[in-house]
Every structure is written in C-alpha cells, then in structure tokens.
C-alpha cells in the first residue's frame, strides 16, 4: 500500500464547469476526510465517512458541493458550477476507527479561471 | 463546538528551541498530532501523542500534553533554517469523530 492517493493532482477549470476528484485511502482504513486549504490558512473541514456513511458535513459546503463513498473504499468530491472562491487545494485523508495515526494525501491543487 | 488555537507566529534564531503551543476545547481527543508543511508542499506528519501520556519525545522533538488546561506542545530543540515551515496541531479520536487542525503556527528560523 502506498499511503493515501489523490487524482489528478492538479485541476484548472472554467467557471461554471464541473469537476470531480478522487481518494483513495488506505486500504484497511474504514474512517475517510476532506479538507479544503487556502493559501496561508489551515486545512479546513469538509466532511468525513466512516465505510460509506457520510457523518458530518461542514456547514462551508454549499449545495454545489457533494462527496461519496459507494463502497467504503474510494471516495469522489464533486463541485458543481464552479466559482473562483473554490480554487484551493483539496486534501483527503484516512484512518482507522480510532485515529492512531491520520495519513494525508498530497492533495489535488483546483484553480477555477 | 470543537475550537483548537495556535499563535499563529514565532520567530527565533538558529540553535534556540523553539515551542509551539497548541490549546483545545474537546476534552475526549485521544490522538494529539503535529504536522509540518513546508511552501507549497504537502503536510507532513511529524509526532503524535496519545492522551494517556503527558509527554512524548523523538530526536529534537518534545511533545507536552497538559490534560487539565488542554495544552499541547512542540519544543525543536536546535532549531535549524530547514525547519522554518507552517506547524499544525491536529486532534483525532474524540467523540465527534473529526480530525481538527488548528489555524498553524508559522516559525521563522533567523540564521
């Protein structure tokens, strides 16, 4: 296993497309994050699963924002009609039910023009 | 709801210890983590600490968990240019299930 995944790792678009990201986590890790970071601020909270569940959602998100995690394995976060407030890095991260050790993604780096 | 505070800058020069500190509302963490992320780069994980323990310590790395007053802290002992960097504190495993970061704390390292 080699640690948690993110695709692409970086992504322009246009304002107003649609854009969807990918995680994967590690393998036996049932307990999966998303963070959005902006420059010179700290990862803030997205939402996070434990399997497929969905647990909590961040008050952040807007409509235009949803995540997945069909099989409990791989997660998608997928903006609609992006708007140039979205441009961020997009963190993903895992762990296992009690949290011993959180392991990050290098993150997938959206500019919305 | 869950808060966790950093100072969000600290300045020293090379060869002096530097301590970044970290407090927290959420009582029920288990896992008390510090992260450094360099410019442009990812986060990197550099120690963590259980909250049955007061203090763990690896190389130039001393963590300090104070339970009663919810204070957590990163001593560098030596510091050095290279760990000029962003330092975030990270809080896992209490009853909410979410990993918090505080806001970072920035350490500039004067040679």
């Known amino acids: 296993d080699t640690g948690v995944s993110q695709d692409p790792r970086h992504k322009i678009t246009k304002r107003g497309q649609n854009v969807t990201f990918r995680c994967d986590p590690i393998s036996e890790h049932n307990r999966l994050y998303w963070y959005r970071q902006t420059l010179g601020q700290g990862p803030e909270f997205l939402t996070y699963?434990?399997?497929?569940?969905?647990?909590?959602k961040s008050r952040l998100l807007s409509d235009r924002f949803s995540a997945e995690r069909p099989k409990g394995s791989f997660s998608t976060l997928e903006i609609q009609r992006t708007e140039q407030g979205d441009s961020a890095m997009y963190l993903c991260?895992?762990?296992?039910?009690?949290?011993?050790?959180?392991?990050f993604g290098q993150g997938t780096r959206l500019t919305v023009v | 709801g869950e808060d966790v505070e950093q100072s969000l800058f600290l300045s020293v020069r090379e060869g002096d210890s530097s301590v970044i500190n970290c407090t927290y509302t959420?009582?029920?963490?288990?896992?008390l983590y510090w992260y450094k992320q360099e410019p442009g780069a990812g986060l990197q994980l550099l120690t963590y600490i259980f909250s049955n323990m007061d203090m763990k310590q690896d190389q130039r790395l001393t963590v300090l968990l104070n339970k009663k007053d919810k204070h957590l802290s990163l001593r560098i002992a030596d510091t050095q240019t290279g760990d000029s960097a962003i330092y975030f504190c990270l809080l896992g495993g209490g009853n909410t299930g979410k990993l918090i970061f505080g806001q970072g704390t920035t350490l500039q390292v004067k040679p």
């Open positions: 991260a895992s762990t296992d039910r009690v949290n011993t050790e959180a392991f």
């Open positions: 959420d009582s029920s963490s288990t896992y």
């Open positions: 699963f434990q399997n497929e569940a969905q647990l909590e």
